[in-house]
């Protein structure tokens, strides 16, 4: 499919489109193959040094950096218009090249800001960049039949250009080290992932080790990891510890 077919092409998601992808060791932009800026560069570096680090605690990403498997885009200021925009315009387009992709892949949002106060604060900025992003999507797919609306169901996923996603996102301010970036960050992991492991037998295993690596990088696991299909996965987003009364922000197709 070719830009062209791309329904989020207005001005201003064309200015702020970002859309890189790796090329052996060198980041570029999957349009063109141009370089992107050297802050985007720097950004990107620095997250993959994390990722790639023998500490980091999730191998799914691993083994889709180290695969070279991702997209990457950094955005202007999390949760605007602008940032939002570009982001729509580039995660479309990860959705339809994702096909050609390994077991893990995944699409990195970066934002150069603001960067959080507190968990709480990130965790209003990542709802508010949903939320919009679903705004704009409504008009032109219909929420993925794989999964619930509804973020209190325990069937929810984010959904977006018909594909459900779990989102993952790190912050300096996250209470868990392994969530903890400079830079805010979403990252956006097809579900379709999770569920080849599940089908395979391979899916408690993988949770396993991240449960472990956690343990022993933090002296704790992540006190919002839960099984599938017990509980909401929208309260795992954000990485903020919140209680059983907690209400998610966001509402599906939402006309606001």
């Known amino acids: 499919m070719g830009d062209i077919d791309n329904p989020f092409n207005d001005p201003m998601a064309l200015a702020h ?12 932009q999957r349009a063109t193959s141009i370089r992107p800026s050297r802050l985007t560069r720097f950004v990107h570096d620095a997250l993959r ?6 500490y980091y605690t999730c191998d799914g990403a691993k083994a889709a950096v180290r695969s070279g498997q991702y ?32 077991r893990f ?18 965790e209003r900025l990542l709802w508010d960049t949903l939320q919009r992003l679903s705004n704009l999507d409504r008009c032109h797919h219909q929420w993925s039949s794989r999964c619930s609306p509804d973020p209190a169901s325990p069937d929810f996923a984010f959904s977006f250009a018909g594909v459900p996603f779990f989102i993952v996102g790190l912050h300096a301010a996250s209470s868990r080290a392994a969530r903890r970036f400079a830079w805010p960050t979403l990252v956006f992991n097809p579900h379709r992932q999770f569920d080849e492991l599940r089908r ?21 696991i992540n006190p919002m ?3 599938h299909g017990t509980t909401s996965e929208a309260s795992q987003y954000s ?3 919140v209680d059983t009364n907690w209400e998610c922000p966001f509402h599906a197709q939402s006309d606001d």
């Open 225 to 227: 990891l839960s099984d």
């Open 239 to 241: 990485g903020r510890q």
């Open 71 to 102: 997209g990457f885009g950094f955005y202007e200021a999390f949760a605007s218009d602008a940032a939002v925009s570009g982001l729509a315009r580039d995660l479309f387009t990860f959705t339809r090249d994702a096909s050609s992709h390994e």
């Open 200 to 220: 395979s037998g391979r899916y408690a295993r993988f949770q396993q080790v991240i449960r472990s690596a956690e343990l022993q990088l933090q002296g704790s």
């Open 17 to 28: 489109s970002n859309y890189c992808v790796p090329r052996g060791a060198v980041l570029v």
């Open 49 to 54: 040094a994390v990722v790639l680090s023998d």
């Open 105 to 122: 892949a995944t699409y990195i949002a970066s934002f150069a800001g603001p960067h959080p106060h507190d968990e709480s604060d990130f």
